[in-house]
């Protein structure tokens, strides 16, 4: 059911690979929802995702960018505003990767040149983006940008490894960036915190069918599924939200306020049973 809740809005997408990705769902409901908006990604994701259909689902325009260089953002911007007609209403970063993670590295023994890359690409990505939005004065008054995180942010997660650090540090640009661009233009900065989810890059995790199923027994109303996360995007998106910035906002179930659920409990003691 559509609200018109992005009735008018103009935004960009940065981060859909196929239909397992937040950011996918998150651009399907902004479309059904009212919102105009282009979509951007790597040359390579867009080669190996499924872009072009989401495009032409939603009428929106691929602008090719690698988030790291301020060159290609400044295109990325520019070109959103004259094929949209005008400054934005929203922006979605839902970009990260960990070679470090891919490569199985444990956290002590990091490769550095990996972590570099992991920072960059996961959270100074994001600032690249405020930045480059503020310089060119490419956003409106009221408008939004949501980053999505995670828990491991503020906890110690088994094998997160150093994409914990970048979350954290997305976590603290919204805070800092959402003071300056609030204080200046009422602009307002967020961050998710999203149940782990099966998307394509976190199917690749070692381990993360244990960890959904402990997060599920975990949280009272369960796993947060990609479509929600969608849907609380764009609440935070609209008019809704306008005195809402500078938070991270758990949206997992109530996992990160458990400490023992009675399901986590009896897995528990069903494996204590069979030693």
């Known amino acids: ?26 651009a399907l409901k902004a479309h059904e929802e009212g919102a ?16 072009k259909e989401l495009s032409e689902k939603c ?19 520019r070109r959103s505003m004259e094929v949209l007609g005008g400054k934005l209403d929203f ?8 070679m470090n993670v891919r490569k199985s590295r444990e956290y002590d023994d990091l490769d550095y040149d990996y972590y570099h890359k992991t920072i960059d690409i996961s959270a100074m990505s994001f600032h690249k983006i405020i930045q480059v939005a503020k310089k060119l004065d490419a956003v409106n008054e009221w408008g939004s940008i949501v980053g999505l995180s995670y828990i491991a942010a503020q906890r110690t997660l088994y094998r997160y490894n150093d994409m914990a650090d970048a979350k954290a540090m997305l976590e603290s640009i919204a805070r800092s960036f959402g003071y300056i661009y609030g204080r200046e233009k009422n602009v307002r900065i967020n961050t998710i915190s999203q149940s782990p989810t099966r998307t394509t890059a976190g199917s690749g995790v070692k381990g993360i069918d244990a960890l959904i199923d402990f997060t599920e027994r975990m949280s009272p109303l369960g796993n947060a ?6 849907d609380f995007c764009i609440v935070l998106f609209s008019d809704l939200s306008r005195k809402v910035t500078m938070q991270n906002i758990f949206h997992d179930g109530g996992f990160s306020g458990m400490g023992m659920s009675l399901k986590a409990m009896t897995q528990y003691k069903k494996c204590l049973e069979d030693e």
């Open 1 to 26: 059911m559509s609200y018109n809740l992005l009735k008018g809005k103009k935004g960009i997408i940065f981060g859909a690979l196929d239909e397992k990705s937040i950011a996918w769902n998150v």
């Open 36 to 51: 105009v908006f282009t979509l951007s990604n790597t040359p390579l994701a867009i080669r190996f995702g499924n872009l």
């Open 59 to 77: 009428g929106s325009e691929i602008i090719p960018a690698d988030a790291t260089h301020i060159n290609e953002l400044e295109d990325v911007f």
């Open 91 to 98: 922006i979605l970063h839902s970009i990260g990767m960990s």
């Open 225 to 230: 599924t990609a479509g929600e996360c969608a």
